[in-house]
Every structure is written in structure tokens, then in C-alpha cells.
């Protein structure tokens, strides 16, 4: 397992003093990281924290194993419902390891393919239920609270749409003794599988939230929690040459915070990591965004993620990131050795605009664009980074994710603010509670009422 991060457009020397980081700025600061990862290894210590402990929890990993394996050859199609962390995950893992949606191979017994309801849109709901047989789909509900709104109200029409033996066909995943999802699963029999209590939903890509999924449509979850575990041994080491996860920690914190950028770029130059872009966004705005710091501090603080494809957005939003404000730091995700290097035929037509790629790959030129891209960016003086996978398999996809959670967790400890719960998220779900007229909910309800009654006077 092998991944490499190249930091050198972040420097002073590549981009600029205004822009970019001097030797002596990052050498200043190395105690500040060391510091983050003494105080965030106690929090995991203490029991606070519970994602580093996920690749090593054979037990869980091997129950899940053999259920996919028992019911391996019954359906042709996996419908996962659940929503953030109980869904990216789990599309980052599918999208990686099966080929980028929607171009996927045909589905069958053998390769069953996943279906994600992510969200409350009957537009989306119907469709899918329309492209799937109900005899020959497994749902798999998720919901660590047990009543997340908008998957409990996706999960009801697709139980009845399965029909009077629904419970033969779902699985339930959610926390161990909380909840109704696991109060309803005791009901009905329905196999459950549990997530920690001490790992939160964008944590949750290891544990049964994102393997299950993986190990029912073929994913080798063992290889997967190899290179994840790889990777944890070397995110808990001092030396910030072997620590990738702690040193891109403290690059990214010290190029945001000095040189304000408060805008980062996930820019991955593989469909395959596509779905793990998206999971990202969620992982470092819910994580970072935060209004006090752990001292209680107003500081509103966070680094807005934006999610861009190479080279699709190339010819979409690299005009702005070259010429718009320089307010952006642009992580690069690149694979060295892709599977398959789509070759270009040798053919020419007598037309220098074709004939130049004859002979050569798709890969080729997507690692020209990226190069390429870098090198604009740097003349601009836009500071930027890239992360190189060495090849897009089970182990080394396992490792890139641990790596980038736990450089969320450093710098959270960077900032000072928990990078674990998410209050700002709360009142939006309470409202809703409300408005839809839950139980123990009216006081929202009401509060939401008289928010309308402010926006009619001010129309007024």
C-alpha cells in the first residue's frame, strides 16, 4: 500500500510569500502538531473517539462477512436507505471499487448492484423503485438514531413496496440499544448490525454503515480494513515524514489560517473517486464548521470543501480558480497506476488536432491534465497539493479514507474545536419534527410558525 503526498505547490518558493508556506513557518509550527495528535490519541484512549478502532475490529468484520456470504446469490440489487454518513460512505466505497455511477457493469446474483435512496424526493424514490424487483432486492435501512426523518419516511414505501414477506428482506444497521429502527427490527426479525456509539455518521465509512453494504455487493472488506489499519499505524507516529495524515493536517491549517484560504478544492482526477469527494465534503464541512472553539470561544470557524472532477471541471470552474479570488487551496486525489489505461487506436486521419493522441491512452492525458492543471495554478500563484494513490484497490482506497479522517480529527485539534458533533445540523431536523407534527416537537413547531409570521411582515 502505497500513497504519496506532494506538497511542494503549497510552498512559499512555488506560489509566492503571500500565498505559500515558508520552511520556518512549518517548522515553527510542528510542536502545534505534535500537540494535536498527543491530545486527540487521548480522546481515543479515553473511549471519546471510536473511527481508529474500526479496522481492527475483527469480530464485526467477520460477522458481516458471513451474513454476505449466507445470503450471497439471493438478490441482484442492494437498496441502501439512510442519508450523510449513513449513505456517502458507502457510495465512496461503490463507486471506488465497482466503477463510477451511473456507467456500472450489469447487475445479477453475482454482482449485485446498489441502489441509494439519500434522500426524501419522491422523484428519486419512485425511479428506483420502478428500476428494481422486489423479489430480487435486499434493503439495508440505516439510521444510528433510529428516527432520522427523511430515511424513515424513504424506508416505510419501500417496505411496503417488498410486499407481505418484507422482513426476509431487510437488514437493519443502527446503534446497539437506542431507537426505534432497533426497536422495529427486534419486532419484525429483521438481521441488524450495530455502529459504535462513539463513532459518528461521517466516521462511519468502517463499520457496518459502509461495509455492509460493501461486503453484500463483493467488496473484499477484509483488504479494506488492512489498508485502513495500515494506515492508522501510521497516523499515531511523531514523525511528520511518515505521519501523512498529520502532516497534510498541519499544512492545510496553516495555509487556511495564515495565508486565508477559506475555501479547500477536493479535486480527484477519477470518476472511481468521485462518490469519495462527495463523502469528503460532508467529513470536513460538518466537522470543521463550528461557532465556538472547546473553550467556549465564539470563532466561526471553517474551511468551506468544494467537490470538483478532473478534467470534467476544468472547463467548468478552472477559469474562476485561476483568475477569481485567490482564496482556495486545491488538493489534487490521483491514481498512478489505473487499472486500465484506456488506449487511444493508432489510426490517423491527417488532422493534427486527432492525430497527436494516436497511440496513446486516456491515462496518459488525464495525468497531463492534472499535471498541467497544477502547473497553471501554481503561475497564479494558487497554492495547491496532491495526494497519489498508488492504484485504486480494496487496500489502498481503505487506507486513502482513514488517512483523510483522520486528518479532520488533527486539525480539528489544530483549531481547538470538536470535530465530533454537529449542533449547527439540530435545529433544521427539530424544525422539521415540527412541522410534520411529531410528538414532543409542538415548541418547534410553534417557533417555526412565528419565524413565518416574520417573513409575511416583512413581505408586508
Known amino acids: ?19 505559500g508556506l515558508k520552511s520556518s513557518e512549518i517548522k515553527n509550527e510542528q510542536g502545534a502538531a505534535l500537540n494535536a495528535l498527543a ?3 487521548k480522546l481515543v484512549e479515553e473511549g471519546c473517539y471510536g473511527f481508529p478502532h474500526l479496522p481492527f475490529q475483527t469480530a464485526a468484520i467477520e460477522e458481516i462477512g458471513q451474513y454476505a456470504a449466507k445470503v450471497r446469490g439471493s438478490f441482484d440489487t442492494v437498496c441502501l436507505v439512510g442519508i450523510g454518513g449513513s449513505a456517502l460512505g458507502a457510495w465512496a ?19 449485485p448492484r ?3 435512496l439519500d434522500n426524501a424526493d419522491p422523484a428519486l424514490t419512485m425511479a428506483a423503485l420502478e428500476s428494481m424487483n422486489p423479489k430480487k432486492t435486499l434493503v439495508v435501512v440505516i439510521a444510528k438514531s433510529g428516527a432520522t426523518a427523511e430515511t424513515v419516511g424513504v424506508f416505510l414505501m419501500v417496505r411496503e413496496w417488498l410486499g407481505p414477506k418484507a422482513a426476509k428482506r431487510i437488514v437493519a444497521v443502527t446503534s446497539e440499544d437506542v431507537g426505534d429502527l432497533k426497536a422495529l427490527a427486534t419486532r419484525e426479525s429483521y438481521p441488524t448490525f450495530h455502529i459504535p456509539k462513539n463513532v459518528g455518521g461521517r466516521f462511519s465509512v468502517l463499520s457496518a454503515a459502509g461495509l455492509l453494504p460493501a ?12 489498508g485502513a489499519a495500515g494506515m492508522t499505524h501510521l497516523a499515531w507516529q511523531p514523525d511528520l515524514a511518515q505521519n501523512l495524515a498529520l502532516r497534510s493536517a498541519l499544512l492545510h491549517y496553516l495555509i ?20 469519495a469527494a462527495f463523502w469528503f465534503r460532508q467529513l470536513w464541512a460538518e466537522s470543521l464548521g463550528k461557532a465556538k472553539t472547546r473553550k467556549g470561544e465564539t470563532v466561526h470557524a471553517g474551511q468551506t470543501p468544494v467537490a470538483a472532477l478532473g478534467a470534467t471541471d476544468q472547463h467548468s470552474q478552472v477559469q474562476l480558480y485561476m483568475e477569481g479570488p485567490n482564496d482556495k487551496v486545491h488538493t489534487f486525489w490521483t491514481i498512478a497506476r489505473p487499472a486500465d489505461p484506456g488506449r487511444i487506436p493508432r489510426t490517423k486521419l491527417g488532422l493534427e488536432g486527432f492525430d497527436y493522441l494516436a497511440g496513446q491512452s486516456l491515462a496518459k492525458l488525464l495525468d497531463a491534465e492534472q499535471r498541467a492543471t497544477a502547473a497553471a495554478l501554481t503561475s497564479y500563484h494558487r497554492p495547491n497539493c496532491t495526494f497519489i494513490l498508488d492504484r485504486l484497490d480494496e487496500e489502498h482506497l481503505g487506507a486513502f479514507l482513514q488517512l483523510l479522517e483522520f486528518q479532520t480529527a488533527f486539525l480539528g485539534e489544530l483549531l481547538n474545536v470538536n470535530a465530533f458533533d454537529q449542533e449547527g445540523v439540530e435545529l433544521s431536523k427539530k424544525f422539521t419534527c415540527g412541522l410534520m407534527r411529531r410528538k414532543g416537537f409542538e415548541a418547534y413547531g410553534e417557533e417555526f410558525q412565528r419565524y413565518e409570521a416574520k417573513r409575511a411582515a416583512t413581505r408586508g
Not at 215 to 226: D, E, F, R, S
Open 256 to 275: 487556511w489560517t495564515r495565508k486565508n484560504k477559506p475555501i479547500q478544492v477536493a479535486f480527484p482526477y477519477s470518476n472511481r473517486l468521485w462518490g
Open 114 to 116: 446498489l441502489v441509494i
Open 93 to 111: 466505497l461503490d463507486c471506488a471499487l465497482h466503477g463510477p455511477h451511473p456507467v456500472q457493469r450489469a447487475c445479477g446474483p453475482k454482482h
Open 1 to 19: 500500500m502505497k500513497i504519496q503526498f506532494d506538497e511542494i505547490n503549497l510552498r512559499a518558493a512555488m506560489v509566492g510569500d503571500a500565498h
Open 215 to 226: 461486503a453484500l455487493t463483493g467488496v473484499n472488506i477484509q483488504k479494506l480494513c488492512k
Open 39 to 41: 491530545g486527540f490519541r
